[in-house]
């Protein structure tokens, strides 16, 4: 129905020929009952309608001045998925020796504070020469801002004795011929944009307060440099990615600036083991997952969005669901008039992540006793809930929050139920949103790139600072050290520098340099 009802006239007691009209014939009847179901079909979209717009609005609501976090104030874990009661307790002791060590290992001065002169006098004896004791010793941490240093290369010259030959020290080498930069603040400049998502243009306000005259065209001339002689690193990453049986993925919009409004772009990034690799794209298009992993085998664990499916065929991979956007349907589903299904269905849910908490228990992740533990209890969970969801769906309008919850849990059902055929498959895709929550961040702050070449600059930085991190690296040291060796490092040998690969140089003591001349 289009929202029109035809207008049927029922006069029945008008006169004919000054005799009373027959009765309403079957051609009325079946009219009317038309007009009966299309108010009927009326009725029934308009409250499906106002449940949807009810929902939205509780959504709205809830975005504006409730909690961000999906989560419940809930009864602790059943027992055999609860942690132990002293796991937290030692985790914390784990966190706070830590954080003991790392402060024992700072660089470390004494200041000597000797007593006063008036302190010197003894009220006992009156006398006043004293003996050393020692040091009594307390301890604080002080900041000291990071600054940048003019370093002088001086490259001794020599002759033969017979004055016909001079040889000069090698000249250093330098990120560019020529430049008047070093490769820490090159690194310094990607690792805070990508690692700390500092705009260029704030990090140069930065340094003038520290006294240092860098403009940001300079430091963006800078950041563009060190992506383009870091880009072998980056396919090769992508390389390993493709190679991976297990990947995880996800994109997340990223304007781009036009001529007169900011069009809308898109990072892509591609988990694999202890690798994560970012992709820029103009467009949503399935062609970049294609691109990337068009051709191989394995498992992709991603979202319902389709444009996945290209690379999820028979021949490809196979797609791996998200049981955390199962349940974020659900939890939007508890503002309506269904709050008691939707939390059964958080509550299954829970109890399916409850036997992993008990599989890290045991420290059994990813192995046979792993796998056979989630076909033993999260098995009848998930078939169990299928049931449930089936025997729902027709009591649920399909536009209101909790129908489309039911529909997006049965139609990506075989997805959803990928990790019962395999302990490497997580449970959700959240670590590609926790990556991507890097770029949301840059994204508010320098809002957008300039164009689509900045794009694929920002993630071939982004990816090398992510998979920094994920290897336990300091980003800083290990992009000051291959900015230099990348130029003249072998092809063949590229692996040894990727991050997983790489290991710091030995570094020897310096020759102290010879003083200034006085001219």
């Known amino acids: 129905m289009d929202g029109q009802v035809e207008t049927i006239s029922l006069d029945v007691g008008d006169e004919v020929n000054g005799a009373e009209a027959p009765p309403p014939t079957k051609a009325l009847l079946h009219k009317l009952w038309e007009l009966v179901r299309g108010l009927q079909s009326i009725v029934e979209e308009l409250r499906q309608t106002i449940t949807q717009l009810r929902a939205e609005n509780a959504e709205l609501k809830r975005a504006l001045f409730g909690r961000k976090s999906e989560r419940q104030r809930i009864p602790p874990l059943k027992p055999g ?22 402060k024992a290992a700072l660089p470390a001065e004494d200041i000597i504070h000797e007593p006063q002169p008036d302190q010197l006098h003894c009220p006992i004896c009156g006398g006043s020469e004293f003996a050393d004791l020692g040091f009594e010793d307390s301890y604080e941490y002080e900041y000291r801002p990071a600054s940048v240093v003019r370093r002088r290369h001086r490259r001794r010259k020599k002759t033969c004795r017979c004055g016909g030959h001079i040889v000069t020290a090698p000249a250093p080498t330098r990120v560019v011929d020529g430049g008047d930069f070093g490769p820490g603040l090159y690194a ?43 880009t072998p690193l980056w396919r090769r990453l992508l390389e390993i990615v493709a190679a991976d049986l297990y990947v995880n993925a996800d994109e997340t919009p990223l304007r781009v600036l036009h001529e007169k409004a900011c ?24 062609e970049t997952p294609l691109q990337v992993l068009g051709g191989t085998q394995g498992s992709l664990q991603v979202d319902a969005y389709s444009g996945y499916n290209k ?84 009591l649920h309008a399909p536009k209101s929050p909790m129908g489309a919850a039911i529909t997006y849990a049965i139609n990506n059902w075989a997805a959803l139920t990928r990790f019962l055929e395999d302990a490497h498959i997580r449970l959700d895709n959240n670590i590609s949103e926790g990556r991507l929550r890097k770029i949301a961040l840059g994204r508010k702050n320098f809002l957008f790139v300039g164009h689509d070449v900045a794009g694929e600059h920002l993630a071939i930085l982004q990816s090398l600072v992510a998979t920094c991190e994920a290897c336990g690296l300091d980003p800083q040291a290990y992009l000051t050290d291959v900015l230099i060796r990348i130029a003249t490092h072998p092809a063949r040998a590229i692996d040894e520098l990727l991050p997983m690969n790489w290991k710091p140089p030995d570094q020897p003591q310096a020759a102290p340099m010879a003083p200034p001349s006085s001219r």
Request: proline share 5%; charged share 25%; glycine share 6%.
């Open 81 to 102: 998925g609860s942690r132990p009661k002293g796991s937290a307790k030692k985790s914390g002791q784990a966190k706070r020796q830590q954080n003991a060590l790392g």
């Open 263 to 286: 069009r809308t772009g898109y990072i892509w990034t591609f988990i694999a083991e202890r690798v994560t690799a970012y992709v820029f794209s103009p467009s949503r298009s399935g």
């Open 188 to 230: 310094h400049t990607v690792v805070s944009k990508c690692a700390d998502s500092l705009p260029l243009h704030r990090l140069a306000a930065r340094f003038k307060r520290e006294g240092v005259p860098l403009s940001r065209s300079t430091l963006t001339d800078m950041f563009h440099r060190s992506a383009e002689l870091l």
């Open 311 to 394: 690379v999820c065929v028979p021949e490809g991979r196979t797609r791996a669901g998200c049981l955390a956007h199962s349940r974020r349907y659900f939890y939007k589903a508890l503002a309506g008039g269904t709050a008691a299904e939707a939390q059964h269905a958080i509550e299954v849910i829970r109890a399916v992540y409850a036997v992993e908490y008990e599989a890290a228990e045991l420290d059994v992740l990813g192995t046979p006793h792993h796998l056979a533990l989630r076909k033993q209890k999260s098995k009848p969970l998930m078939d169990e809930w299928l049931v449930w969801l089936k025997q729902q769906q027709p």
